[in-house]
């Protein structure tokens, strides 16, 4: 089965701050087409009960000056209660490795976080994780890994470029927080958008197939609400936004229109005659 294009794509252009104003009513056809395709496709490719990650394909109209992480919570849950997280965490004052895992693990308790990630602390992840092949079977072990902001900046030269390459880059928390519980959880059920310098486009995870189609369209609208609100990039900057599985083709949700270039050549015009202006006299 293939999946029908869609014939009316949203061409209003971003407000101010790039606000996309997202077509409630494609976004809802889109989905539908993406999830006919998949439930077509599953008996193929899938097997039973397998779900698939459903993304949004963001281009820019330039690519990014700076590297950015715009951390994403949504409405609906991307994993379940099964989830495997990892902790790494500061070593504590006068406390062996055990005693800082217990520590931690007693602060998870007592803070109301719903699941109990497993608790490495620095100490440990440089001695008994520094072999090549330990790092590889951490990183296979584990869905998600959350680091102590306090240390997380000295990770990347103990767990190596793997995590990095394969999107498991340690996502930083604040194990000081009043409400380490709520953050932890948006954490591990929300999602995150990386953006390099390396490129005009991303790739974000919002969704997943086993979701229904209005759950899909509200973590959809969220995360563009917020990645919109987030993004550092100057002026208009979101050009167009795609909706895939790793299967599927790249259905268009929305396309910015081009009047805001007129504008931009407009200013540049402004600019040449003011320096020939300047340069004549």
């Known amino acids: 089965m293939r999946i029908a294009v869609l014939s009316h794509t949203c061409t209003m252009a971003p407000t101010a701050g790039d606000k996309v104003p997202l077509d409630h009513f494609q976004v809802k056809k889109a989905v539908q087409a993406l999830q006919a395709y998949l439930k077509s496709s599953s008996c193929k490719t899938l097997l039973l009960n397998e779900t698939q990650q459903i993304c949004l394909l ?21 994993r379940n209660e099964s989830v495997e997280v990892c902790l790494f965490t500061r070593d504590e004052p006068n406390m062996t490795a055990d005693q800082t895992e217990r520590f931690y693990k007693k602060l998870l308790t007592q803070s109301g976080v719903k699941f109990m990630p497993q608790v490495i602390p620095f100490k440990v992840l440089k001695t008994e994780y520094k ?17 102590d902001a306090r240390i997380r900046r000295r990770l990347p030269s103990h767990i190596g470029k793997h995590f990095y390459e394969r999107k498991k880059a340690p996502l930083s928390v604040d194990l000081r927080s009043k409400h380490l519980a709520r953050d932890l959880d948006r954490l591990v059920q929300g999602t995150t958008l990386t953006i390099n310098k390396k490129g005009s486009c991303c790739l974000v995870r919002v969704a997943h197939s086993g979701m229904t189609t209005d759950e899909i369209v509200e973590n959809l609208v969220t995360a563009v609400s917020t990645i919109s609100t987030k993004l550092h990039m100057k002026g208009k900057s979101i050009k167009i936004i795609h909706l895939k599985s790793h299967t599927s083709v790249a259905l268009p949700i929305y396309t910015s229109d081009l009047s805001h270039l007129k504008l931009l050549e407009e200013e540049l015009k402004k600019a040449r005659l003011a320096e020939a202006s300047i340069s004549s006299l």
Request: glycine residues 2%; aromatic residues 14%.
């Open 58 to 78: 963001l281009t820019f109209w330039k690519i990014p000056k700076q590297e950015q992480t715009i951390r994403i919570p949504l409405p609906h849950a991307l």
């Open 131 to 147: 072999p090549f092949e330990a790092k590889r079977k951490l990183l296979g072990n584990f869905d998600i890994f959350l680091a």
